[in-house]
């Protein structure tokens, strides 16, 4: 017998712990909010890196954040599409809902277990 999930079996969360590469950029949009970008670094076991793009949309950014500084991240990913140079052009990103200076360890533990109860809500705790 086949199982049928709704699209809310499949979350995109995402969790991600890495290094700023660079210092945040503040981008002030035409609503007059602000869109903080960060470019997230991480390396795999064997030390090769990856950088991420992350947008936090927020009023509150991570105080004082600068390149180097180990950060958690949890959030979601998308992609945007816009126009650029006359054509169609896209980017993928992680739009955080949280980012946290690792060294916050209660902070950080927090918000790990906020997204693995997330999970479990919706697949149950014996889930791969």
Do not use: Q
Not at 10 to 23: C, E, F, Q
Request: aromatic share 4%; net charge positive; with cysteine.
């Amino acid at each position: 017998m086949a199982v049928t999930r709704s699209p809310v079996d499949h979350p995109n969360i995402v969790l991600l712990r890495g290094t700023l590469s660079s210092d945040p950029r503040c981008t002030t949009l035409p609503s007059g909010d602000e869109l903080w970008s960060y470019e997230v670094t991480t390396r795999d076991a064997d030390g090769r890196a990856e950088s991420v793009p992350v947008v936090l949309g927020s009023a509150r950014p991570l105080a004082r954040a600068k390149a180097g500084d180990e950060v958690v991240v949890v959030g979601h990913v998308r992609r945007r599409f816009y126009r650029a140079g006359g054509r169609t052009a896209s980017r993928t990103e992680v739009v955080a809902d949280r980012l946290i200076d690792a060294r916050r360890r209660r902070s950080v533990d927090t918000a790990v277990a906020a997204a693995t109860d997330r999970l479990h809500s919706l697949w149950g705790p014996d889930a791969p």
